[in-house]
Nanobody
Framework: QVQLVESGGGSVQDGGSLRLACAAS????????MAWFRQAPGKQREGVAA???????AYSDSVQGRFTISKDSGKVTLYLQMNNLKPEDTAMYYC??????????????????WGQGTQVTVSS
């Protein structure tokens, strides 16, 4: 059983930065792929960034160049460094994990383990 707990959300102004963390516990092995998703009020959940078991990374077009996904050396904590934040980045951010093969996926249907979410609010 794998559990995920996100932290690091908060409120920032347009152009600010935040770093999200996702602590994974349980039987998470090297084969797990991990990802960040977000859901704004009234919108569908969308994939933001993913990293597969080989370290390959995918970003959505909306965050490419501004967000960076990474994992620590022990591969039990996932991070999302968010720079140059915009009001449209306001959403609940979720960490997800699943034992799936590469390449990295931004499709929520591929993931079965989810954290509880952390709120990010960007004001103009």
């Amino acid at each position: 059983q794998v559990q995920l707990v996100e932290s690091g959300g908060g409120s920032v102004q347009d152009g600010g930065s935040l770093r999200l963390a996702c602590a994974a516990s349980g039987r998470i092995t090297r084969g797990y792929q991990m990802a960040w998703f977000r859901q704004a009020p009234g919108k569908q959940r969308e994939g933001v960034a993913a990293i597969d078991s080989e370290g390959d990374i995918a970003y959505s077009d909306s965050v490419q160049g501004r967000f960076t996904i990474s994992k620590d050396s022990g591969k039990v904590t996932l991070y999302l460094q968010m720079n140059n934040l915009k009001p449209e980045d306001t959403a609940m951010y979720y960490c997800a994990a699943e034992l799936i093969r590469p390449p990295p996926s931004l499709d929520e249907r591929d993931f079965g383990v989810w954290g509880q979410g952390t709120q990010v609010t960007v004001s103009s």
